[in-house]
C-alpha cells in the first residue's frame, strides 16, 4: 500500500513538473525519444546482423573506420531529428495560434465581453453626432431639419455637386454613403458602410469600432474609426463625378495632386488584415495609421 501510494505521489510530482517546466524543454525530450527508439532499433537482432555484414567488409583498419562512420551518422541524424522536432513544433505553434483557431475557442458570451471591452466610457443617447473629416468638425442630426429622413453632406468639389463623402444617423449609429477614387476617372461607391461597386479585387473589412476598405493594390481607400459611437474620424481619398479627388490623411488633406505618393501620410497604413473572409475583423497589430 505504501509503495503504491508513493508511485502516485511521483506521478502527481511528475506531471505537474512535466507541465510547468517542460515547454521549453520539449524539443530535447523529443529528441531523446527518438534517440532512444533508435537504439531499440539497432539493439534488434536484424539492425545486429547488418552491423556484423557490414563491419566484416571494411577489412583492416576497420574499427578506425567504424568509429567515424558511427559518428558522423550520429550527428547527421542528431541533425535531421533536431530539424524535424523544430520544424513539427514550430507549425503546431503556428496553426494554434491562428486567427482560425484562436476565434473558435471563445465562447460568444466571452467574444461578445471581448469586443465591447475596448470602450472606456459610453456616450449619452443625447450627445451629438460628430465627423471628424480634413481637420473640420461636422455636427450630424440624429433628424436632418432640413431634409427629414436624408444624409448631411460632408464634402463636395463643387457647390451643387453630389456630396463625395455624405453622414446619416440610422439605429443610433453613425453611416456613411461616399465616392471613392478609382482610378482613369473611374468612381467606387459606397453606401450604408458597404462596398456597392462589383470591385472583385477591392476588399473590405471591420469590426465595431473601424471600418476600412482598400483597391487592388491592398491600399486603404476609406478609413472610418468609430472613436466613440458618436464621434468618428474619416480619412481617405475621395473621387468627384468629373474625375477631381481629394486625399485625406492623418497629417493633413490635398485636393487634386500633382503626385498622389507625395501627400503626407499616403497609402494610409491598414488597419485590419486581409483577405476578410480569412481575418473577418482581425486588426493589423500596433495599428498607427489612424491617430
Same mark, same amino acid.
Request: no cysteine; glycine share 6%.
Given at each position: 500500500?505504501?509503495?503504491?501510494?508513493l508511485e502516485a505521489?511521483i506521478?502527481?510530482v511528475?506531471?505537474?513538473?512535466? !507541465?510547468?517546466?517542460?515547454?521549453?524543454?520539449l &524539443?530535447?525530450?523529443?529528441l531523446a525519444i527518438?534517440w532512444?527508439?533508435?537504439w531499440e532499433?539497432?539493439q534488434?537482432k536484424?539492425a545486429?546482423r547488418l552491423?556484423?555484414?557490414f563491419?566484416?567488409?571494411?577489412?583492416s583498419?576497420?574499427?578506425v573506420v567504424?568509429y $567515424?562512420?558511427?559518428?558522423?551518422?550520429g550527428a547527421?541524424?542528431?541533425?535531421f531529428?533536431?530539424?524535424?522536432?523544430?520544424r513539427a513544433i514550430?507549425?503546431?505553434e *503556428? +496553426?494554434?495560434?491562428?486567427?482560425? =483557431?484562436?476565434s #473558435?475557442?471563445?465562447?460568444? @458570451?466571452e467574444?461578445k465581453e471581448t469586443k465591447s471591452s475596448?470602450a $472606456?466610457f459610453r456616450?449619452? &443617447? @443625447?450627445? &451629438?453626432?460628430?465627423?471628424?473629416?480634413a481637420?473640420?468638425?461636422?455636427?450630424?442630426e440624429?433628424? =436632418?431639419?432640413?431634409?427629414?429622413g436624408?444624409?448631411?453632406g460632408?464634402w463636395?468639389?463643387?457647390k451643387g455637386?453630389?456630396? #463625395?463623402?455624405e453622414? %446619416?444617423?440610422?439605429?443610433?449609429k453613425?453611416?456613411?454613403?461616399?465616392?471613392? +477614387?478609382g482610378?482613369?476617372?473611374?468612381q467606387?461607391s459606397i453606401?450604408?458602410n458597404e462596398?456597392v =461597386?462589383?470591385?472583385l479585387?477591392w @476588399? !473590405? /473589412? +471591420?469590426?465595431? #469600432?473601424a471600418?476600412?476598405v482598400i483597391?487592388? /493594390?491592398k491600399?486603404?481607400m476609406l478609413q472610418?474609426?468609430?472613436?466613440?459611437p *458618436?464621434?468618428?474620424?474619416?480619412y481617405?481619398v475621395?473621387q468627384?463625378a468629373?474625375?477631381?479627388?481629394?486625399?485625406?490623411? &492623418?497629417?493633413g +488633406?490635398?485636393?487634386?495632386?500633382g503626385e498622389?505618393?507625395?501627400?503626407k501620410g %499616403?497609402?494610409?497604413?491598414k488597419?485590419f488584415?486581409?483577405p476578410?473572409?480569412? %481575418?473577418?475583423?482581425?486588426?493589423?497589430?500596433?495599428r498607427s495609421?489612424a491617430?
Open positions: 500500500m505504501a509503495k503504491r501510494l505521489f506521478a502527481v511528475l506531471e505537474e513538473s512535466v !507541465r510547468n517546466f517542460i515547454p521549453p524543454l &524539443p530535447y525530450a523529443w527518438l532512444w527508439l533508435t532499433f539497432l534488434s536484424k545486429k552491423a556484423t555484414t563491419y566484416k567488409r571494411l577489412g583498419g576497420g574499427r567504424s $567515424v562512420l558511427v559518428a558522423a551518422v547527421g541524424m542528431s541533425l531529428y533536431w530539424m524535424v522536432i523544430t514550430s507549425v503546431a *503556428h +496553426f494554434s495560434k491562428s486567427p482560425e =483557431n484562436s #473558435s475557442s471563445v465562447k460568444p @458570451d467574444e475596448g $472606456v456616450d449619452s &443617447p @443625447d450627445s &451629438p453626432y460628430t465627423v471628424r473629416f481637420n473640420n468638425a461636422y455636427g450630424i440624429k433628424v =436632418n431639419r432640413w431634409n427629414p436624408g444624409t448631411t460632408i463636395s468639389f463643387d455637386d453630389e456630396p #463625395s463623402l453622414a %446619416y444617423v440610422s439605429e443610433d453613425l453611416f456613411f454613403n461616399a465616392k471613392l +477614387f482610378g482613369s476617372g473611374r467606387v453606401v450604408k462596398l =461597386n462589383e470591385e479585387q @476588399d !473590405r /473589412n +471591420f469590426n465595431d #469600432s471600418l476600412e483597391n487592388q /493594390n491600399i486603404p472610418i474609426i468609430y472613436e466613440t *458618436h464621434v468618428v474620424q474619416v481617405g475621395f468627384s468629373g474625375g477631381s479627388f481629394f486625399v485625406a490623411t &492623418p497629417e +488633406f490635398t485636393m487634386n495632386p498622389i505618393t507625395k501627400v %499616403y497609402p494610409l497604413k488597419l488584415r486581409y476578410s473572409r480569412k %481575418y473577418p475583423g482581425v486588426e493589423v497589430k500596433n495609421g491617430q
